[in-house]
């Protein structure tokens, strides 16, 4: 299953050359890979439906008990299927849709590495390695949207993807820790048994919360929906793909995946159907809006996603039933319509509805397509659609609670709800079926002509199969939607769709509600305006967050950089200190028992000679007129301190410092001469705030020595060292075993620290603006920040 | 400034100090000492060098230039971290060699990481040194 799993991203490696082999046959070459995998997990089917699980594992990360489990069951089965399946039909589609482009052998290879990362996703059974794959569709998805890296819109279109996404994700990766925590397994299929530990702990409104976030950022639910529709910037085989039938629905996985252990509960209950609800009656109601063909299947996917959102969070086995068998439906049809959007996109060259029209008798296949897929969109028997809306029906409708907020309203509101968003699925149904192929023939930027096969090839064998399973009712229901709801719901039940019903209130909501979308499509040019009144998204709402957010952090930065990096050595300097005096200061204050016992004993008179030459030079460095006498002066200082670590026992230490006090004086001098001679450059105000840190600072670091050494004599951690470092590491030497042994690793970091700074040192001294043309390609060493400067000065 | 007493001396006390600073970092793993100070050492040398014959001198008596030097340290003591995982054990691990070596003793790549650190200490002090000497002169 491993292999499985990541052959998609070997294939995707090698695509690139591949391409440029096979040329425009690569799609249908390429196709053969998700369509192998296709009929392999298809092996599986009667054996999942048996209720079996198959699983596999492999040892990956031993030290965290990260590990790379996977396993199939129905859930994962149903996913499996359709991103392999819809995935086959993609490959193919994109190597139509984007012949002759440039970059495709790129686009084949990220389309192959979502498609793998999608796998894992769904079969994926520890919560780590789900979070991994789960970040991987985000950025794969990220350099799919921004496929068309020369365009603006696409670049902001992506990143707003990816920041939305990648948020939601680590939302996610810390409610995934917390249930951990909570269930002691990393196991996502040990945590169906631990579901009364976790929704008994305190933990567990967290976890829902932060669980929550991950899948609605994922599948576009309000408040998170606005990337869907700027996702639509990428090639329409990626918004077929990516953004209506698999990646959105990762986030429906995941709810589903986690409702036996997190579901059943009030909070669930509230938060999953509320957010679904609002989702789902605000992308009914935005589609309508639209006339760009993706822009309208783009709503109206967040409004399906919705849907599934709200029977997931309803939670009864018949919501359960209805949201597995609409996850196939919508899938099927939703990829179908956006291939064949794409379609027209590309032999017409534009995708408004108004300006399209008759393509029927240009594009018969293209139309056939639409249609099945539109009549599936519908709920109109005998498509597979039809039973979806049925069961959709019966599932708001029932009423099988003891819940304590449930008012007994509350399923007819849920219904009436479920029944207006469906009226305007209908309408879009319409919209993108009737408007562009009906009536006559409009005149359009290309000239349409016959589709190639590749294009239309995917919509039709989507459609085929929508109608197909709507016929035999009897195969999804036993080897997809069956098994897949079981692990759901988590108890065995016995799934029985078939197109014929009798004469039920479900029956009569279908009609109500085909009644009713159509309507709204003949009515359209008068709901319109209706529409456009109300404007809410224009003044407030989660995009124009977003993108004021984003456009807030550099000009805060830039606020925040003048305040903190003026330019200005001394008030560097200051902010360190006083930093260092505030936090250290609260801590000895606020927590630590000054030491009362302050006699001194024994001093020695060279002991005392010391302290003396070092007060010398301090008076020194404060009065002296000459700057060669003050550089001097702070040597003498520095060689004192060295002096008291020669006589209290720590050579390394002294003779580091006198290497560095050599150094630093050997530096002075080569600046000096360059330095204005010695003035006064602060008033008489700021060198007495300056005296005052630096009293300040001097008075905490004696008080800390004071309590440090009042502390009692014991020290494991040099007796720890004093006999690790011989034993274990070989070397008498504790600080440089220490050093180059023990913490190697901060050794490691610290000298590459200094490596970048010297360069840093180079480039500033060496590389003058003037030299910049000759020396580097780099057009302008920043003079914006410089002008700022001036402003904060004193 | 160059006067003939600093050069005279320098000469001596080139070899000296860096033979000097080759020996506090071998003793370095038992006695005072290791690569970070020995470095220092060593780069005092090329300073006290750089400011009696110039900073054009020191840098051809380093053979190679100073920024080459960062890298070569740091690509020793990454390599002497790194080593570890070609015969199975965990990134860091020292690995010591079975039988001591004339001069330096026990040799292992605790001893090859810290001549690293004493190359990369060389470089970047003298980088920053030879940077501001070589301004001052223009």
């Known amino acids: ?794 | 400034m160059r006067s003939l007493i600093l050069k005279t001396a320098t000469r001596l006390l080139l070899p000296l100090m860096l033979l000097f600073s080759v020996f506090v970092l071998i003793r370095g793993h038992n006695e005072p000492g290791g690569g970070f100070i020995a470095g220092l050492v060593a780069a005092s040398a090329f300073a006290l060098y750089a400011i009696a014959y110039g900073v054009n001198r020191a840098e051809d008596a380093l053979h190679i230039s100073t920024i080459n030097m960062i890298g070569g340290g740091l690509l020793i003591a990454a390599v002497s971290a790194a080593f570890p995982l070609l015969v199975g054990d965990p990134f860091f691990t020292i690995l010591w060699l079975p039988f001591d070596l004339p001069i330096v003793g026990k040799a292992g790549t605790a001893f090859t990481f810290d001549a690293g650190v004493y190359l990369v200490v060389i470089g970047v002090t003298l980088t920053i040194i030879f940077a501001m000497a070589e301004t001052e002169e223009d």
């Not at chain 1, 498509?383 to 959709?392: N, S, V």
């Not at chain 1, 456009?551 to 330019?567: C, E, M, N, V, Y």
């Not at chain 1, 008489?684 to 005296?691: H, I, N, S, V």
């Open chain 1, 1 to 794: 299953m491993l292999l499985a799993v990541l052959s998609g991203f070997i294939l995707a490696l090698f695509a690139p050359s591949i391409h440029r082999a096979t040329r425009e046959y690569t799609g249908w070459l390429l196709a053969l890979l998700p369509a192998a995998l296709f009929l392999y997990f298809a092996g599986y089917i009667q054996t999942i439906a048996d209720g079996e699980v198959v699983s596999s594992s492999i040892s990956w990360v031993n030290l965290l008990d990260v590990r790379l489990d996977f396993m199939l069951d129905g859930l994962s089965l149903l996913m499996v299927l359709i991103i392999t399946g819809v995935g086959t039909l993609i490959v193919i589609y994109a190597g139509g849709y984007l012949k002759g482009d440039a970059l495709i052998g790129r686009f084949y290879a990220y389309l192959l590495s979502f498609m793998a990362a999608m796998v894992g996703v769904v079969l994926s059974d520890n919560l780590i390695t789900l979070f991994i794959f789960w970040e991987l569709t985000s950025i794969t998805s990220y350099l799919l949207i921004g496929y068309k890296h020369n365009y603006d819109d696409s670049r902001a279109a992506a990143l707003k993807a990816l920041v939305t996404t990648g948020a939601g994700g680590l939302a996610m990766l810390a409610g995934f820790i917390l249930l951990a925590v909570a269930s002691g397994t990393w196991r996502i299929s040990s945590l169906d048994t631990h579901a009364q530990l976790i929704q008994q702990s305190d933990l567990y409104l967290p976890i829902l919360i932060l669980v929550c976030i991950g899948a609605f950022t994922k599948s576009a639910q309000f408040p998170f929906h606005y990337w869907l529709p700027g996702a639509m910037a990428a090639p329409t085989p990626v918004s077929a793909y990516l953004h209506s039938a698999t990646m959105v629905k990762a986030g429906v996985y995941l709810l589903a995946r986690m409702s036996p252990s997190l579901g059943h509960t009030d909070e669930w209950t509230l938060i999953v159907t509320s957010v679904g609800v609002i989702t789902m009656l605000m992308g009914g109601y935005l589609s309508l809006k639209q006339y760009d063909l993706k822009r309208i299947l783009a709503y109206s996917t967040i409004s399906s996603l919705g849907m599934l959102i709200m029977l997931l969070g309803w939670n009864t086995k018949v919501a359960i039933e209805a949201a597995m068998l609409f996850l196939l439906v919508h899938s099927l049809y939703k990829g179908a319509l956006f291939m064949v959007a794409g379609a027209i996109d590309h032999e017409t060259g534009t995708r408004d509805i108004e300006g399209l029209g008759g393509l029927w008798r240009v594009m018969p296949m293209v139309a056939i397509g639409t249609l099945l897929a539109a009549l599936s969109m519908s709920g109109i028997p005998p498509l597979l659609g039809f039973i979806g809306k049925e069961l959709i029906y019966e599932a708001t409708l029932e009423y099988e609670f003891d819940v304590e907020f449930v008012l007994t309203f509350l399923p007819a509101l849920l219904t009436f709800l479920a029944v207006i968003a469906n009226m305007a699925a209908i309408a879009v149904a319409c919209m993108v079926t009737i408007q562009p192929f009906a009536g006559k023939l409009k005149d359009t930027p290309k000239h349409p002509h016959r589709a190639p096969i590749a294009l239309w090839l995917g919509a039709v064998l989507l459609g085929i199969v929508a109608l197909a399973l709507g016929l035999f009712a009897q195969i999804p229901s036993k080897y997809l939607v069956g098994p897949a709801a079981e692990v759901v719901y988590g108890n065995d039940l016995t799934l029985k769709l078939s197109l014929w019903h009798g004469v039920t209130p479900m029956l009569i909501l279908s009609i109500i509600t085909i009644a009713g979308g159509v309507m709204i499509f003949w009515q359209r040019y008068n709901i319109r305006p209706i529409l456009n009144y109300f404007d809410p998204g224009a003044y407030i709402g989660p995009d124009l967050l977003f993108v004021n957010g984003i456009d807030a952090l550099p000009s805060s930065a830039k606020r925040f950089t003048l305040i903190f990096q003026s330019g200005k050595l001394r008030y560097y300097v200051s902010i360190i200190v006083l930093t260092l005096i505030f936090l250290v200061g609260y801590v000895i204050i606020a927590r630590v028992e000054l030491p009362t016992d302050l006699t001194i004993e024994d001093v020695r008179f060279y002991e005392l000679i010391i302290p003396v030459v070092i007060l010398i030079g301090v008076t020194f460095v404060l009065f002296s007129r000459s700057l060669l006498f003050t550089v001097a002066a702070l040597g003498v200082i520095g060689y004192g301190e060295s002096m008291i670590f020669v006589l209290y026992g720590a050579p390394d230490l002294a003779m580091t410092q006198f290497a560095i006090e050599t150094l630093t004086v050997i530096l002075f001098v080569l600046v000096l001469y360059k330095l204005p001679p010695l003035v006064t450059f602060s008033t008489r105000r700021a060198r007495y705030r300056d005296g005052i840190i630096a009293i300040a600072a001097g008075a905490m670091i004696t008080t800390l020595i004071l309590v440090i050494t009042a502390l009692p004599k014991e020290a494991p951690l040099t007796e720890f060292f004093a006999g690790a470092s011989y034993d274990e590491a070989q070397g008498r030497n504790i600080v440089n075993v220490i050093l180059v042994d023990f913490r190697g690793f901060d050794t490691l970091g610290e000298i590459i620290v200094l490596g970048v700074a010297a360069l840093g040192v180079y480039a500033l001294l060496k590389l003058r603006p003037g030299e910049f043309s000759k020396t580097a390609d780099i057009d302008d060493p920043e003079p914006v920040i410089k002008d700022d400067r001036s402003a904060v000065e004193e």
